[in-house]
């Protein structure tokens, strides 16, 4: 058991999913078990800090304030089969950032597989956020395409209507101060913040350890999907 666990955990994956394998392997053991062995000590002192999501900490939610985008479509004018998630191709966007002036990385989630496709962006002016989109959607050579895509206020979007030609799609807006939203999104680039924390220089990260990081996200069972 401890061998499963530690495995799992070098894997990056949350105490919740690595319990509900193991009882699938025949092995006995809670979410909360693990993380009291965890702060104990069993799997090592650095254990919480090297492999779980939010290193140990609590998770504090921040709330993004710009708003100078002009939107033609809002999250009101979405479809409704956007709402039930039953079929592929309806998207919600971001950006995390890296330290200041180092560029930040395009993240766009699938809200029905919850697949994730990111790119790196050297800065946050208009025509690179564009390119970065571009690239994002490009490299992961989807069998589906863009239906919609919802995106936040943020002014990296600001030339969205470039980005609809390019993605042949329709871009919907979140209110503002609304995260929630976009909660799949949300949640993913917390998980994404794991592996980039605060002050990442994204102009020195590589296009191989972004997909790296994609592959680790994607492969991850998830609870959502049933495991």
């Known amino acids: 058991l401890y061998n499963f666990i530690l495995s799992r955990l070098q894997r990056f994956w949350p105490p919740e999913v690595i319990a509900h394998k193991a009882q699938e392997a025949g092995l006995r053991v809670g979410c909360a078990t693990i993380y009291r062995a965890i702060r104990r000590g069993v799997f090592g002192k650095l254990a919480a800090k090297r492999y779980l999501r939010r290193r140990g900490k609590n998770f504090n939610l921040s709330h993004k304030n710009s708003n100078v985008v002009h939107p033609i479509h809002t999250i009101h004018d979405r479809p409704a089969i956007v709402e039930t998630k039953e079929r592929f191709g309806d998207w919600e966007g971001d950006t ?17 597989s919850k697949l994730l496709v990111a790119a790196r962006s050297p800065s946050r002016k208009q025509e690179d956020i564009r390119e970065a989109f571009r690239k994002a959607f490009q490299m992961m050579e989807l ?85």
């Open 96 to 112: 995390v950032y890296g330290a200041i002036g180092k560029g930040c990385l395009v993240t766009n989630v699938d809200r029905k």
């Open 143 to 227: 069998p589906f395409s863009v239906e919609t895509l919802t995106l936040d206020n943020g002014s990296e979007f600001a030339g969205f209507l470039d980005v609809e030609k390019d993605l042949d799609t329709t871009i919907y807006f979140t209110d503002r101060h609304a995260p929630w939203q976009r909660g799949l999104n949300e949640n993913t680039n917390d998980i994404i913040r794991f592996f980039f924390p605060k002050g990442s220089n994204f102009t020195q990260v590589t296009d191989q350890q972004v997909a790296e990081v994609e592959a680790l996200v994607n492969n991850r069972p998830r609870k959502c999907l049933d495991w």
